[in-house]
């Protein structure tokens, strides 16, 4: 089935330093890919989804683009703030489809300080 | 709108007992998954409900968990009895046909 390999943290950086999440993957066909966030105490969230290869997801100032060549959905941000803090999971569907169950990356802890 | 909503929000038992937890997903929302994350490692799927059938239980670790959903409605996953191992996070997430899932905040599941 489908894989994921994310960096493993933790992250810490100072506000508005530029972040790099890498995220790789392995997968039948070309499925979507996403990237959930899971602030303090909250739930997942969903922060961004690319559907095809060189399509890129944006969301609150994070960008990741669906790189097929390099199998990569790598999650940057350019200027971080303190908010962001949080853990980040990148994800894609374990099967063949687009959506569907979902094989999540080991999470990467992120700490912005001011 | 309300949104996928789990209770309790934290759990704590001593092993051999039996907790239930539950997942009310978004109105609407045909597809129900459940989902648990131990000791920091990924999260990994449990199963899959589409309305009231068991779509998928591929992930179920053994038969100390059960899940339902009733009406095809709310869910419930139970654990009975509990071990150590089960401690962890408990996600539900739902969505509609085909669409991106919308989880919980989770259950934390404390077993002693």
């Known amino acids: 089935g489908n894989s994921v390999t994310q960096m493993e943290g933790p992250v810490t950086l100072s506000e508005e330093a530029f972040l790099t999440i890498n995220c790789t993957y392995t997968?039948?066909?070309?499925?979507?890919l996403f990237w959930y966030v899971q602030y303090p105490g909250e739930g997942l969230q969903l922060l961004l989804k690319?559907?095809?290869?060189?399509d890129k997801g944006s969301n609150k100032g994070f960008e990741a683009t669906y790189r097929k060549e390099t199998t990569s959905f790598h999650l940057e941000k350019g200027s971080v703030q303190v908010s962001d803090s949080a853990v980040y999971f990148c994800?894609?569907?374990?099967?063949?489809?687009?959506?569907?169950?979902?094989?999540f990356g080991q999470g990467t802890i992120l700490t912005v300080h001011p | 709108e309300a949104g996928v909503t789990q209770f309790p929000s934290h759990s704590v038992i001593e092993k051999g007992q039996t907790v239930t937890l539950r997942c009310d997903p978004i109105?609407?929302?045909?597809?129900l998954y459940w989902y648990r994350r131990v000791m920091g490692k990924e999260i990994k799927f449990l199963l899959h409900?589409?309305?009231?059938?068991?779509?998928?239980e591929s992930g179920m670790p053994n038969n100390r968990f059960l899940a339902e959903r009733t009406g095809g409605t709310y869910s419930t996953l139970k654990v009975q009895p509990a071990e150590l191992e089960d401690s962890g996070v408990y996600f539900c997430?739902?969505?509609?046909?085909?669409?991106?899932?919308?989880f919980g905040a989770g259950t934390r599941l404390s077993v002693l």
């Open positions: 690319a559907t095809k290869a060189d």
């Open positions: 994800a894609l569907p374990a099967g063949g489809t687009s959506y569907g169950k979902l094989t």
């Open positions: 109105s609407g929302h045909d597809n």
């Open positions: 997430a739902s969505s509609q046909v085909s669409g991106i899932q919308y």
């Open positions: 409900f589409v309305k009231e059938s068991k779509q998928d």
């Open positions: 997968a039948t066909g070309y499925p979507s």
